[in-house]
Every structure is written in C-alpha cells, then in structure tokens.
C-alpha cells in the first residue's frame, strides 16, 4: 500500500476550510479576492488552498491574512481539546435553553446567562421568546458563567432543568 503524498491532509483541509470561511465572512467570491488583491491571489490558486490542494507557505498565509485583516491566526484551525471535540462534536453540537424557566431563576450567574442570551437574540433577530438555540463556541462564555468546563455546559444546564425538550 502506498500514500500519496499529493493528497490532503486533514490538517490542510481545516486551513482551506478557515480560509473559505473567513473570505466568505468577508463577503467574497474567488474571482472577487482576485481582482481586490490586484491579482496578487490567483482564484484557482485560492481555490486550490481553500480545498486542501496546494499548500501554503507562511509568507502567503501572512500576506493573505493581511489582504483579509484578520490575525495570522484566524487563518489555521482552532486546536480542540479531546474533551471539547468528544462533546461537543467538534464544536458543532448545539443547545437549546428554556429561557422561560431561566427568568425563574435567580442569582448573579443566570441573571448574566439571561443577558448572554438576550444579546444573541438581537444578533440573530430572534425574538421567538421560548427557546434559545446556542452554537458551539456560545458554550465557552457559558461554561464561565455557570462556572463549569466547556465539556459540561450541557450537562449544567440539562441539571438546571434549562434544556429544552419538545412535548
């Protein structure tokens, strides 16, 4: 059995993804970032990136991050610790909190959830009252309200009786 060494790697799969992700934020086309860049990044070559195709050197990920003006960082996948990739699915897993039952609550640390979760509704311009649903990177401001790791924001909140089921 042999490798080849021209397939993606995962890691290079994640950096194209970042970079899809982050042009896309930025509201732009391949052909848009080509003709911003005055050419400077090739849409096929982008493309070729944001697949996991070609590699990158660290000059151009450095110009690139530049062109976009965002931290090198930003760029390159977030690192996950085993428990956070476990239970969170790689931070795709999401939540969805009763919000009436947590305007029953009271105390400093659901009084702050409660304004969290009001600022996530005027983001999203969801204002159906009953239940919230929150994102993967949502739980780590979470998890330092109720004073819990990442990893057990579900299981805080599901013994708060916050979760949300349908009848």
Not at 49 to 67: I, T
Not at 74 to 90: C, K, S, Y
Request: charged letters at 30%.
């Amino acid at each position: 059995m042999t490798i080849d060494d021209d397939a993606p790697t995962d890691y290079s799969l994640q950096v194209g993804d970042r970079l899809r992700v982050i042009r896309k934020q930025k509201r732009m086309s391949l052909q848009d970032v080509e003709a911003r860049s005055d050419q400077e990044f090739k849409a096929s070559v982008l493309g070729a990136y944001e697949r996991g195709e070609r590699a990158l050197s660290v000059p151009r990920l450095d110009r690139l991050a530049q062109f976009y003006a965002v931290p090198v960082e930003q760029l390159l996948p977030r690192e996950q610790t085993g428990a956070e990739t476990a239970h969170l699915g790689g931070l795709q897993k999401k939540l969805a909190i009763d919000l009436a039952k947590l305007v029953q609550l009271s105390g400093a640390p659901f009084e702050m959830l409660a304004r969290y979760l009001r600022l996530i509704q005027v983001q999203r311009q969801d204002f159906n009252g009953r239940v919230l649903t929150v994102r993967g990177d949502d739980t780590r401001a979470i998890a330092a309200m109720l004073d819990v790791p990442v990893d057990q924001v579900g299981d805080r909140l599901e013994a708060l009786d916050l979760l949300f089921t349908p009848l």
